[in-house]
């Protein structure tokens, strides 16, 4: 049963927390993924795996699981609501894109496809939303992440940088 704790002292709090956006957020700084696509680095070696007219698709550096990759418009927005049409279109047929290229390249048992909207949401980039495509697995979860607090991942960034571009590359051949 789910026990509830009434704590509304905490409201002007969180309400005080809310009305600085700049607080935590890295406001005024370019984003990593700004950086990124600013550092003229070929595709290689930033991590960018697929570019298309609004957005693009990069591995996540801090991957969940091995093939965690993630779809995020060029400009840097913070929220949904302030993509335009074309971004928002794009950004979500370029998600399936992904959806059906680590699901070809990685045959996951199922996926975690979602957007972390801000920091209190889990976004750790609050100033440049990405869309998160997680492959996963029957028991991905193990002994390391339960009594350790550690992760374990069976492939180097670059391998999967790698695999997922010439898995998208050959779907995008075939389509």
């Given at each position: 049963?789910?026990?509830r704790i009434w704590s509304g002292?905490?409201?002007?709090?969180?309400?005080?927390?809310?009305?600085?956006?700049?607080?935590?957020?890295?406001?005024?700084?370019?984003?990593?993924?700004?950086?990124?696509?600013?550092?003229?680095?070929?595709?290689?070696?930033?991590?960018?795996?697929?570019?298309?007219?609004?957005?693009?698709?990069?591995?996540?550096?801090?991957?969940?699981?091995?093939?965690?990759?993630?779809?995020?418009p060029y400009r840097e927005v913070?929220?949904?609501?302030?993509?335009?049409?074309?971004?928002?279109?794009?950004?979500?047929?370029?998600t399936t894109e992904a959806a059906?290229?680590?699901?070809?390249?990685?045959?996951?048992?199922?996926?975690?496809?979602?957007?972390?909207?801000?920091?209190?949401?889990?976004?750790?980039?609050?100033?440049?939303?990405?869309?998160?495509?997680?492959?996963?697995?029957?028991?991905?979860?193990?002994?390391?992440?339960?009594?350790?607090?550690?992760?374990?991942?069976?492939?180097?960034?670059?391998?999967?940088?790698?695999?997922?571009?010439?898995?998208?590359?050959?779907?995008?051949?075939?389509?």
């Amino acid at each position: 049963m789910l026990e509830r704790i009434w704590s509304g002292w905490r409201s002007s709090y969180v309400v005080g927390a809310g009305a600085n956006p700049a607080v935590g957020s890295g406001v005024g700084d370019p984003s990593v993924f700004t950086q990124l696509l600013e550092s003229g680095l070929p595709d290689d070696e930033t991590h960018i795996v697929h570019r298309a007219e609004h957005v693009f698709s990069i591995v996540n550096i801090h991957p969940y699981t091995s093939g965690h990759v993630l779809v995020l418009p060029y400009r840097e927005v913070a929220e949904i609501e302030l993509l335009t049409p074309e971004e928002s279109a794009e950004l979500w047929s370029v998600t399936t894109e992904a959806a059906a290229v680590v699901r070809a390249e990685y045959r996951p048992h199922g996926m975690n496809i979602g957007l972390n909207v801000g920091r209190p949401a889990g976004g750790s980039i609050p100033t440049h939303l990405h869309m998160h495509v997680v492959p996963r697995w029957n028991g991905d979860s193990n002994f390391m992440s339960t009594i350790a607090n550690a992760q374990t991942l069976p492939e180097a960034l670059v391998v999967t940088a790698s695999r997922i571009r010439t898995a998208w590359n050959a779907h995008i051949s075939s389509t």
